[in-house]
């Protein structure tokens, strides 16, 4: 929500019943313009994230028609470092997290982005990738917990 008007910003809506962690991202609120999507790459050697921009090429978003990813986000999930490369795998943005005190409930992130790079599209993926980790590590503990 933007801090001036109260009015939503962006809103990430994930997408239920794909076999890998997807998220619509919309500027302007739910129902507004969808400007794109990230999903957790399917066949990679560490994890990654694709993110793909609306009106780019392809049709559908599986399979063989989807388009070319605008942006790859790789690194260290774990740590929560990781940075964005554009299709021609040009830095655009990097992301740490920031601080000694972490906790599922609450994270602290430095982000740099690259002149040109849209600032909402990449606090937008930010948010989906702490989300998907953040679900990964409670259902690990739920796991190690015999539930």
Not at 8 to 15: I, K, P, S, W
Not at 32 to 60: H, N, P, R, S
Request: charged share 30%; aromatic share 12%.
């Amino acid at each position: 929500r933007s801090a001036q008007t109260g009015e939503e910003v962006l809103v990430l809506d994930r997408v239920m019943f794909r076999p890998l962690p997807n998220y619509d991202i919309f500027r302007g609120g739910m129902g507004a313009e969808k400007i794109g999507w990230i999903e957790k790459k399917l066949i990679a050697m560490t994890d990654t994230f694709d993110v793909f921009l609306e009106g780019q090429g392809g049709f559908g978003v599986t399979g063989l028609f989807k388009p070319k990813p605008a942006y790859q986000i790789s690194g260290d999930f774990i740590d929560r470092n990781f940075v964005f490369k554009d299709d021609q795998d040009r830095t655009v943005a990097k992301v740490r997290m920031d601080g000694l005190i972490q906790f599922d409930g609450w994270n602290h992130y430095q982000v740099q982005i690259a002149p040109g790079m849209d600032a909402f599209l990449v606090l937008a993926c930010c948010c989906a990738i702490d989300e998907e980790f953040d679900e990964e590590h409670e259902e690990a503990k739920r796991r190690r917990e015999g539930g």
